[in-house]
């Protein structure tokens, strides 16, 4: 059994339960399985929650057999209980002595901390205070200094009615990114809000982030965001890419073989070679006009030979590309998530596709083959993947355009961690039955997304669990943990090597690496409301307790 601390609680925690207007999935997903508890990745093992009294409180343990009371470090000005339609208090720790806040009410709370992990804390100063209008959520935040100016980026979430929609759910999600920098008079100083960027999307973003020095932001969702207005002004791109979408038309066509994928795209009448702007490296192509909107532009599905791949201008109506592959790989999209192009299939590949699918439709069914037909309704629920919408997507921050689009159509997202705090935080995906963990690399626009980690067999596991409600790791990824609604906790390690002698019992074949699997459970009948993970401990809190487990034991 895994040692389990419980720290009583003397006010309960803030929990804010939906209303009856918050019906839709967006609200349950945003606000009803919100994660009360947030976890400081600048200082090892402290978390931080809110209770009924407005009082940020912090429990940081060094030692299990001695965990203190949980401590007030701030306490929110307005009176948080006397708001009708508030939201959870959320936070997000932006740097070692900066965070934001937000007390559910409307109102954001730049405050500077100092340094929080010494043992004598200092007094929490607000920085910035202001009233943004209706409640909304911080889901990030990160501060860096550029030419001696402090600047803080944060992300906002709301869940708004949609006038507009009248065949779905009737709302839609805002994010809000805030550029909030320190400005300097004589000799006083004062944080003010210099931009003011918003993004709708139809569905609740499971990632968002902005980049480290405030370029661009990325976001994974199932359904796509758009940019919609910066700093008051709309964003004209959004008629143009709707008038683009409206058209049925591709605008260009691709080819594949093993070697190579040529593509010919479709340009209006009389344009001249000079007029055509083609920019083309390993992992990335735009094809556009002068003057123009790009006709093709995005992320290749894999590298490509730059410096072997051509164009050529055909009869003034078309250019057709030829892309040397790098691996003798077939791609299933040339631009992952662009859809103004259509593939068109070689005569002599559909020819060889159908022999080998001839079995599927032969007048006996399965007449050459062992075993009863395929039952669709046999694939278990946990093995359906996500829509076909869903996709991560690299907005620039100075344009608000999308430079980056990824389909995670196939690919399960399983949750978001902060391994490096000075970094984006990670997010993972299912592949297949397994679970891998992508650091996203801002400054490298080649290789966006590093594959720092997996979890084997963890992304058929979570998908089991039925009344899972948080999903974490540890960030030196030791560990993976699945909570559920009520008291149990699912831990899964990593492989590590046997003393012992073992063998498979069927195959007969020598073990070297087992990875073993714990349950805790937790003596309360409460529901859990935060889960947060270090390397050593796993944190659970429900309304009146808060749970430490050891799960690892320090170097």
Known sequence: ALPTYNVELDSAVAEVKLRDDQYTLDHMLAFGMYNYLHCDSWYSDSVYFVDQLGRLLNVTVTLDTVIGKPIEVFRLPSDINSCDNRLCASMYFCSPTWVAVSDGTGRLFIIKTGKRGNSTAEKWEIMFN?????PFTVIYSNCYVKSTE???EILLLRVEKDEVDER?????????WLTVTRKTNDDSEKYVITEHRIFHGKSVPHYAAV??????????SAKPFIAIEKDGVPVKENEEHMEENETNDP????QQTSDDVTVTVRLPEGIAKEDILFELTPGHIRVGLKGQLSLMEGQLHASVDHES????????????????????????ELIPGDRKGQFVMDPTQAAEINEHLMHLTSAELNSDRDG????AQEVEECDLGPEDTSCLTRFEGSTMKATHVVSLASHQYLFTVA??????????LRHDVDALLWQPQADQKENMWDHVATFNAFGYVQASKQDKKFTTCAPDYSYAAVCECLRRVFIYRQPSSLTTVLYNRKEGRHVGQVAKQQVASLETSDPILGFRSTNERLFVLTAKNLFVIKVNVGN
């Open 130 to 134: 202001q009233d943004l209008g209706d």
């Open 150 to 152: 402090h600047i803080v």
């Open 168 to 176: 779905g759910s009737g709302f839609h999600v805002s994010l809000e």
């Open 211 to 220: 980049e480290p020095e405030g370029s661009g932001l990325m976001i994974a």
């Open 251 to 254: 605008i260009y066509y691709w």
């Open 309 to 332: 791949s051509t164009w050529i201008l055909k009869d003034g109506k078309s250019i057709e590309i030829s892309l040397l592959k790098k691996d003798d790989s077939m791609w299933p």
């Open 372 to 375: 009863g037909p395929c039952n």
């Open 419 to 428: 391994v490096d705090p000075a970094k984006m935080p990670c997010f993972c």
